[in-house]
């Protein structure tokens, strides 16, 4: 983080973010192949296994949307990706930055504040989020699952649902000072049921009543369902307002509980 400490003085507030921006990039830069098997080739196994071998013996119906099963998943794999990276970032990364490796500390002593810091966090999520995605919409349409251009909103909209999911499990993780088994909890409890029963594999109409209750709050089920619509080309304005209203809101909740979580944590 040389550069934030260097260069951050006098800087306005969105140039100090990006300056904090520039930091995480440059030690991504030289680091990015560790990252690979979680960004692209878990996601890509997923798609093989499912949507190339098991798809094969699913037929296509309404249920569907009436096409091939591998290209009715790839847009919601393309939005569980983007939920599975956001929380690998937010968790661990997030706590070795205030208490292992302390490279908050190092920001916070230049002159770019905590709301800066957070900021410039948050949109580096958002970029890994997007590179991976991108990278990953590539190998899709290289096995035949993308049908159009509706295949960017896909993308655009899986980032949206990551980072809705990604911003408070960032303020859980800015509260949690000591190492425990939150995060191994969170992927058992929260990421994985909600990765298998919010629309990813099968419509959530499948499920029992309190199954779909249950699928509805999912952030995960929202992105799906706007990821496949503007895939498929199936997506209505109405529906869509009101996922991406959900998605919105989730989002500037889990960014004032994160500022709130920092500012306790870098201030007080």
Known sequence: MTNVRARGAGRPGWRAALLVVEGFWTWYRRNWRATLISSVLQPLLVLLAFGVGFGTLVRSS?????VPYLVYLAPALLVMAAVQ??????????????????????????????GQLLAGQLLWITLRL?????????????????????????????????????????????????????????????????????????????????GQALAWVSPLWHGTELARGAALGTLRPLPAA?????????????VLLARWRYVKRLEV
């Open 62 to 66: 309404e249920a569907s949307g009436a």
């Open 85 to 114: 990276n956001a929380a690998v970032e937010s968790t661990w990364p997030i706590m070795s930055a205030f208490k292992w490796q302390r490279t908050y500390e190092a920001i916070i002593a230049t002159p770019v504040t905590t």
């Open 130 to 210: 997007l590179l991976s995605g991108a990278a990953y919409l590539a190998v899709i349409a290289l096995f035949g699952g993308v049908t159009g251009w509706g295949a960017l909103g896909s993308l655009l909209f899986a980032v949206l649902c990551g980072m809705a999911f990604s911003t408070p499990v960032v303020a859980l993780a800015a509260a949690t000072k000591r190492e425990s088994s939150v995060f191994t909890a969170l992927f058992r409890f929260v990421v994985l049921p909600m990765t298998l029963f919010s629309g990813t594999f099968f419509p959530v109409s499948q499920l029992p009543a309190w």
């Open 242 to 254: 009101g996922h991406v209203a959900y998605l919105g809101a989730l989002l500037v909740i889990g």
